[in-house]
């Protein structure tokens, strides 16, 4: 049986009186690709940040990796790659030194971060930018390398969030090729995107709404499931239900949580 490299049960976070992510239920196989989607502020970060070990959930539990989100976030911690929306790289520092400077905080001895660094720029094509200053590269060229970055210590489970906003077309397709080949060498995925032409090449997607995930399986199903040509319709369709519902709460003095 294939183990869950991500599982939530009744996960929620409350901020004051906010329920930004409302309890959640998802599980995440082993080497899949998992596309996070949903509006803006719907919560995808959030159930990021928990799921990283950083934020620690209101209630209910999970695992990373197999690991207690409430009692192992350490473990957790040393085991995934993380890109934030604002990855942080040193834009003075040359790509190469960007590398060494992750690969000494990630513990990483010299020869194995030598050959890391390696099979990782051959990965992402950044072999020739090694001695250009990070801060001269282009977006696209940025966020590879700090996918790099957040690669070094070989993690199972790979988390993205947005890693392609901003990104031009074909920097764009390129990353996601990075991404589908880093499936086949093993790792495990979850990325959050606006971009559906990118959502549709996962092996499963959420859906996320006011904290709420919505749907949730093959983006082929769901689209089957709701009569949709494609997954901005969906995207569409979903919100416009939503909000439907919402004002007919409102309509009836409901409180709409
Ligand atoms: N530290 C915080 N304190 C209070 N509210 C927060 C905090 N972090 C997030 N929120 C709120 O929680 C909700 C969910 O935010 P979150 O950033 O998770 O959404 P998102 O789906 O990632 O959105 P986006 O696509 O814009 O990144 C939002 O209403 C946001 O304002």
């Not at 990855?87 to 905080?105: D, H, M």
């Not at 001895?109 to 992402?124: F, H, M, P, S, V």
């Not at 957040?150 to 390129?174: C, F, N, Q, Y």
């Not at 499936?183 to 092996?203: F, I």
């Amino acid at each position: 049986m294939t183990e869950d490299a991500i599982r939530c049960n009744a996960l929620s976070k409350k901020f004051g009186s906010k329920m930004a992510v409302k309890p959640l239920d998802l599980s995440v196989k082993k080497n899949t690709i998992y596309g996070f989607l949903g509006s803006n502020g719907a919560g995808k970060s959030t159930v990021i940040r928990m799921l990283c070990g950083v934020l620690p959930p209101s209630s209910g539990s999970g695992t990373v990796l197999g690991y207690s989100l409430a009692e192992q976030p350490e473990q957790i911690k040393q085991r995934i790659g993380y890109m934030s929306q604002k990855f942080s790289l040193y834009l003075e520092l040359t790509v190469l030194e960007n590398l060494q400077f992750y690969g000494a905080i990630y513990g990483l001895k010299k020869k194995e971060l030598a050959a890391r660094i390696q099979t990782l720029l051959r990965l992402t094509k950044l072999e020739d930018r090694i001695s250009q200053r990070a801060g001269a590269l282009s977006g696209g060229w940025k966020q590879r390398l700090a996918l790099c970055c957040a690669m070094l210590h070989e993690p199972e489970l790979l988390i993205l969030d947005e890693p392609t906003a901003g990104v031009d077309p074909v920097s764009r397709k390129i990353f996601w090729e990075i991404i589908h080949q880093l499936k086949k060498d093993d790792v495990t995925v979850l990325v959050t995107t606006h971009y559906m032409d990118e959502a549709l090449t996962c092996d499963n997607i959420g859906f996320m709404y006011a904290g709420n995930l919505l749907v949730n399986g093959g983006p082929k199903e769901i689209m089957d499931e709701y009569s949709v040509k494609n997954l901005d319709d969906l995207f569409v369709k979903l919100v416009e239900q939503q909000e439907q519902e919402h004002a007919s709460h409102l309509k009836k003095g409901d409180s709409f949580e």
